[in-house]
């Protein structure tokens, strides 16, 4: 199995920044891709960013520019830098990996214009 522990929601003016960090432990070696999906209230959850064990990212084209997704195999943590974030990045952000799925308990991230 594999534990999800994520850190760093808040509340944050439109323009501004945040680092979402999300650390693995358990069967770390299983896992293939790590990422981040969100899920705005009344709405369905969807994927943000995510990096494979090769290093390949993805980003949904919404907040391409603007945020970073980037990994850190010594802590075996995944970050996602928030920057320019927009009233319409609020949502409940949830870390997960996978070969098996996994979830982490979810940040909240709210953004106010």
């Known amino acids: 199995q594999v534990q999800l522990v994520e850190s760093g929601g808040g509340l944050v003016q439109a323009g501004g920044s945040l680092r979402l960090s999300c650390a693995a432990s358990g069967s770390i070696d299983s896992i293939n891709a790590m990422g981040w999906y969100r899920q705005a209230p009344g709405k369905q959850r969807e994927l943000v960013a995510s990096?494979?064990?090769?290093?390949?990212?993805y980003y949904v084209e919404s907040v391409k520019g603007r945020f970073t997704i980037s990994r850190d195999n010594t802590k075996n943590t995944v970050y996602l830098q928030m920057n320019s974030l927009k009233p319409e990045d609020t949502a409940v952000y949830y870390c997960?990996?996978?070969?098996?799925?996994?979830w982490g308990q979810g940040t909240q991230v709210t953004v106010s214009s």
């Open positions: 990096i494979r064990s090769g290093g390949t990212t």
């Open positions: 997960y990996s996978y070969s098996k799925l996994y």
